[in-house]
């Protein structure tokens, strides 16, 4: 079942996606932090599979998962988790975004763990939807503090298992 988290206030029904003509969230941060070379090489690697990361809206597998990665931008308004239904399921290890971030575009197994997010052959605790649009199919109301640290369990988990599957400096 995926989960989304978000700062806007959605209902059971409502349809979220990016609007046409703009950026995705992730993709707008990734620029913002001169990361945008990542986001190039997922496009040259992702072979038609779920759609891209710039037009993306992200799901998680679990709740705390879902609202992880919010919780790590600044910003006042609550973080509100939903149980939604995704357009395409393909799940991706969104440990692997970090990690290829710290490793640079100069990495030599870039491009493994480029096709590891694509299509994971391991098993990953912390897994993200990269999906064009999603249906908001439950409410949960805003994030738990303990659900939201057995998230970063499983993302330390999954951030240590990337270091030890590829070569480190």
Not at 82 to 109: K, Q, W
Not at 135 to 162: C, H, K, P, S, W
């Amino acid at each position: 079942m995926p989960f989304h988290a978000s700062r806007t206030v959605y209902a059971v029904g409502d349809l979220i996606r990016v609007p046409p003509d703009v950026d995705s969230f992730a993709y707008q941060l990734a620029i913002e932090q001169g990361h945008n070379w990542r986001d190039l090489a997922l496009e040259q690697g992702r072979n038609g599979r779920a759609v891209p990361r710039r037009r993306a809206v992200f799901a998680a597998n679990t709740p705390g998962n879902a609202a992880r990665f919010l919780m790590a931008v600044p910003d006042e308004r609550p973080v509100r988790l939903y149980e939604v239904t995704v357009a395409h399921e393909a799940l991706s290890p969104m440990a692997l975004i970090e990690y290829i971030d710290h490793r640079g575009e100069n990495f030599g197994e870039l491009a493994a763990c480029v096709e590891e997010y694509w299509a994971p052959t391991r098993e990953w605790q912390f897994l993200e939807y990269v999906t064009d649009e999603m249906v908001v199919t439950a409410v949960l109301g805003e994030i738990d503090v303990m659900v939201l640290g057995g998230a970063q369990i499983g993302y330390m988990n999954d951030r240590d298992f990337a270091r030890n599957t590829w070569s480190n400096p």
